[in-house]
């Protein structure tokens, strides 16, 4: 017990050193004196976060279990750093040129800047790093167990559950306090990267105490731990050269691909000459880290109970044999292996869950316009540090939920095969200015649909995500669709069987929709800018300028940020340089400071340019251009949108006019509709006046006159009636609140009711009305009343104003195109051509023919047939004068 | 001093009511019912006062009014207008057309008889 509390005190102590070193790291980058943190030999061993506690442990027993295969691990990124660094040269010029964050952020912006897409390939690698992440706490908290176990206290799975919670707590701490402490999100996090740096070297160490010990101190040499080797099954092991190709490129491509390791490669780095460095230095690392891995791995067979975990050989035969301090120094290393693991993970995915899920959330639910000030700067940071918090908890939930069932080694491959699938969309957008962002799509989700179908799924072993009948028979039966046999290819192993196919499955989908459809213009110049970057592209440069030149600076700033503030500002500075006079010198600090004023008014990239353009440090560079543009473009669109506004208020005011203009005709036409049914009016009353007056004052009147003027009275209070039944008519008709009686009737019973009223009081002078019963052998389905009332007025006019000496009236019944017509055509001599443009108006009587009505009777008609849905036009060229009624065919049809 | 009176007017009753009114009080009456050839008519019989309506059939009584105003031999004829449209505006019209008097239908027998006598007496 008391070796066990020695453990925890080392634990805290070497915790504590770490925190320290990482402060002290940050303040000496803070006070400028960092110059040895931006070392290559720094910026080498953070790239050994590669070996994580699954390289740290897991290689010895992987060794054990599938001999010299291991090395495969260390192959591919040696691979990648010696033959590919002109590559990742790329990568870290695109992500230093483009402000690049992470490989989410990379990926997104290479196509079209696709929050879409940025969000995909950061669920996919939520995704694929969780397991991984519950790997690390796994490792911990299964050597302490380890540790504890061999002192003879087990612990309970509660205990081990709080420790990996411990655990988890602490990493999330540090990542915090170290990953976000600036408010400046893009800087660099040197306490972070010493820190790294500093575990690498510790696991480093570790490992090689261990395998000295085991080499010279249990193996007894070189020599004789060569010849035990020989003797084992490691020694007899044959490669598989499938499974070895497969390897070499998963984990060369999980290097690349990998969100922590494009994190500290292309994020954090400094410069690009350390690539120079590490492309020679990091394979050297990799190559000590697998020097004693399979020394260990047959001592430990050799010495070590049948069954024992060879994946803890590291720590198991130090203290098997009675090394505790070795076993504590070999703890160590595996706790620093997966502690800088998960401060990378989180750190890198806090970055991309933030940037493309988090804030996009938060910014949508701000009023629009919300500016960037400080207040945005607070919540992005609010929202990494949340984030780091959410992935870590991710990673304990799932080491929880799995139990840590499966082998270490496995889970880590597992891993890697997800992540290698954004490989064709990095490799191609880089390389390919013709990739899309819908061939990127389609690539990804391709290749991680296969990934998670034939690997991550059945991984949870037969019978738990995936059935056993599955497996063995394919999804439904379908043979060829057989998780790990597709297209029935069997024997395969199933990583080479997972990885071969989704990886061409991936890249075929990627280059095909890439050439089928076609990039967005962004898509196109961000292509540009990311293939052809070292055209484009210098290193970024600090300003530095001459005094002459802060007059220049003083005259841009005044135009721009206004006379007395940018004296102000000038002012500001100059004091605080220490200088007496009204200009500063043009230190970089300054024109830093003073681009950001000017940004606050023009944008970023347009200060960026103007001051480059005056201090001359740099060029005013593609990009720079680029960026102005974009600037130009929303106040293009922004003064766009003001046109847009002006256009809009001068159509509202030709709207307006127009209304007015039909407000005045309405109310002219009012006016004289009003005129017009006065006159109407007093005409009827001005007879009945007359002769009531006639009537009452003379008392000689003749018993024939006083029948007769009475009579006239009589008739004209009739008159009277009538126009006003008619306006009553004709006013509910054209305010459409008129509801129609819609019957079925026959045409021929319509027209017999409407010939017997209109002729009924005619007495000699009946015009003559010649029908067709046959034709009229019509159902009709309509207001029958209505249509009868239209017949009427329409007969009643014939007879009224036909001037035939023996006056007839044609009645007839016919189709035309979709409806039914009838006619209604006398042998009078018909409407003047220009009357019959207005017979249909209020009060337009013909001329001449002068008869009882107040000529509402066809505008009456008119209304009617409208609302019908039909018409009444006149006929012209019947000799006589002609109508006709038009029905649609629905009206007719729907009876019959 | 002459007593006749030529009315043009399109309404049958309103024409027989008129002729009666003036008839009864000793005027002889002439009446005509279009517009076209109005003028034709008053130049031809000359009488001593014409009752003219407005809305008249081929040509409307201020026209009609007009066109007496300009010959030389109607120029001073009384003429009193009627109309059925009661607006102020038709009142200018037909002042300014020239008319003598001018009248809003429905009339009274007994103004309508008034007006005739001082403006052939006037």
């Known amino acids: 017990m008391g070796t066990l509390n020695v453990l925890v005190g080392v634990c805290l102590i070497y915790v504590v050193f770490l925190f320290l070193i990482a402060f002290a790291a940050e303040r000496a980058a803070l006070e400028g004196k960092g110059g040895w943190l931006r070392s290559p030999m720094i910026y080498t061993l953070s790239l050994s976060i590669y070996c994580t506690a699954w390289t740290f442990y897991g290689a010895v027993g992987y060794a054990a279990r599938s001999g010299l295969e291991y090395l495969t691990i260390y192959i591919g990124p040696s691979l990648v750093m010696i033959g590919w660094w002109w590559l990742l040269r790329k990568l870290v010029r695109i992500g230093r040129s483009q402000r690049i964050t992470s490989i989410a952020d990379l990926i997104s912006s290479r196509y079209g800047k696709s929050n879409l897409l940025a969000v995909g390939v950061t669920v996919l690698a939520v995704i694929g790093t969780t397991p991984y992440i519950a790997l690390q706490l796994q490792s911990v908290t299964v050597s302490f167990d380890v540790f504890s176990s061999a002192y003879g206290s087990e612990l309970t799975e509660a205990a081990q559950g709080s420790n990996a919670l411990l655990v988890a707590a602490g990493l999330t701490l540090f990542t915090i306090v170290f990953g976000t402490r600036n408010l400046d999100v893009n800087e660099r996090h040197h306490g972070v990267v010493m820190a790294v740096a500093v575990e690498a070297i510790v696991k480093l160490f570790a490992l090689l105490a261990v395998g000295i010990f085991v080499v010279w101190g249990l193996g007894g040499g070189v020599s004789e731990t060569l010849a035990r080797i020989d003797a084992s099954e490691i020694g007899q092991w044959q490669m598989r050269g499938d499974r070895w190709a497969t390897l070499i490129f998963l984990s060369g491509a999980a290097f690349l691909c990998l969100p922590r390791m494009f994190q500290v490669m292309v994020v954090e780095n400094e410069n690009e000459d350390h690539l120079r460095t590490a492309s020679w230095a990091f394979p050297a690392y990799l190559m000590i880290m697998s020097l004693f891995v399979v020394p260990i791995a047959v001592v430990g067979l050799d010495l070590m109970p049948a069954g024992s975990n060879p994946d803890f050989f590291v720590l198991t035969v130090p203290l098997a044999t009675g090394n505790d301090a070795l076993a504590m120094l070999s703890f160590i290393g595996g706790f620093s292996s997966a502690t800088s693991m998960v401060i990378v993970a989180a750190l890198a995915l806090s970055t991309m869950v933030s940037n493309h899920i988090v804030m996009p959330i938060w910014l949508s639910t701000q009023s629009v316009g919300a500016s960037v000030s400080g207040d945005v700067r607070h919540v992005v940071l609010l929202s990494r540090r949340i984030s780091i918090g959410a992935v870590v908890f991710l990673g304990y939930l799932y080491f929880r939920l799995s139990g840590g069932g499966s082998a270490l080694a496995s889970m880590g491959l597992i891993s890697f095969a997800g992540v290698a699938q954004f490989l064709p969309v990095l490799i191609g957008g880089i390389f390919w200015r013709g990739a899309t962002r819908t061939g990127a799509f389609a690539g990804l989700t391709v290749g991680f649909v296969i990934w998670a179908y034939t690997l991550l799924l059945p991984s949870f072993g037969a019978g738990t995500l995936v059935s056993e009948t599955m497996l063995a028979e394919g999804p439904m039966g379908v043979g060829w669709l057989r998780p790990q046999a597709f297209f029935g290819i069997t024997g395969m192993d199933p990583l080479v069987h997972a990885v071969f196919w989704s990886i061409l499955l991936n890249t075929m989908s990627f280059f095909i929709a890439s050439l089928v459809g076609f990039p967005s213009p962004l898509e196109r110049l961000q292509g540009a800018q990311f293939v052809n970057v070292f055209e484009h592209s210098s290193t970024p440069q600090s300003w530095g300028g001459s005094l002459a030149q802060t007059e220049d600076l003083m005259v841009m700033a005044q135009r721009i940020i206004g006379a007395r503030e940018a004296q102000n500002l000038f002012e500001r500075e100059a004091k605080r340089q220490g200088m007496s006079g009204l200009l500063p010198e043009p230190s970089p600090d300054f024109l830093q400071r003073l681009e950001r004023e000017l940004a606050g008014s023009v944008g970023a990239a347009t200060a960026h340019a103007m001051i480059g353009q005056i201090v001359g440090g740099a060029s005013v560079s593609v990009e720079d251009l680029m960026a102005v543009a974009d600037e130009t473009a929303q106040m293009m669109e922004y003064s766009s949108r003001l046109e847009a506004k002006s256009e809009e208020q001068a159509r509202t005011a030709r709207q307006l006019r127009q209304a007015n203009e039909k407000l005045t005709l309405i109310s002219e036409q009012k006016d004289s509709f009003l005129s017009q049914v006065s006159h109407e009016l007093r005409t009827p009353m001005t007879s009945i006046r007359a002769f009531s007056e006639i009537l009452r004052d003379s008392d000689r009147l003749s018993e024939e006159e006083k029948i007769k003027y009475s009579s006239i009275i009589h008739d004209e209070a009739l008159r009277l009636t009538r126009l006003l039944d008619d306006l009553l008519d004709l006013s509910v008709l054209e305010s459409g609140r008129v509801n129609l009686n819609l019957q079925s009737g026959s045409l021929k019973g319509i027209l017999d009711h409407a010939v017997s009223s209109a002729l009924t009081g005619a007495g000699t002078s009946k015009v003559q009305v010649v029908r067709d019963s046959q034709q009229e052998e019509v159902m009709l389905y309509t207001d029958l009343d209505r249509l009868s009332q239209v017949f009427i007025n329409l007969i009643g006019n014939a007879q009224k104003y036909c001037d035939a000496s023996v006056p007839k009236l044609r009645i007839e019944v016919g189709h035309s195109t979709g409806a039914l017509v009838v006619d209604f055509i006398d042998n009078g001599s018909g409407i003047p051509k220009v009357e019959q443009a207005v017979i249909f108006e209020k009060f337009s009587r013909t001329g001449e023919q002068r008869v009882k009505g107040a000529g509402l009777g066809l505008a009456i008609c008119r209304e009617i047939m409208t609302r019908l849905g039909g018409t009444v036009e006149y006929l012209p060229g019947q000799g006589g004068a002609a109508f006709r009624v038009t029905l649609p065919e629905e009206a007719a049809l729907a009876a019959q | ?122």
Do not use: C
């Not at chain 2, 076209?36 to 014409?50: E, F, I, R, T, Y």
């Not at chain 2, 505006?89 to 001018?102: L, V, W």
């Open chain 2, 1 to 122: 001093m002459g007593k006749n009176v030529l009315v043009i007017e399109d309404e049958p009753n309103i024409i027989e009511a008129i002729s009666f009114i003036l008839s009864r009080d000793g005027w002889s009456v002439a009446t005509h019912s279009n517009g076209h050839d109005a003028v034709g008519v008053v130049q031809a019989s000359m009488p001593d006062l014409v009752i003219l309506d407005v809305m008249l059939p081929g040509k409307t009584g201020y026209d009609i009014l007009r066109e007496l105003r300009s010959e030389d031999a109607t120029q001073g004829l009384p003429v009193l207008m009627l109309t059925a449209k009661g607006q102020v505006k038709d009142r200018e019209m037909a002042e300014r057309a020239g008319a003598s008097r001018f009248m809003t239908k429905p009339f009274s027998n007994a103004e309508v008889l008034d007006a005739v006598r001082e403006l052939v007496a006037g």
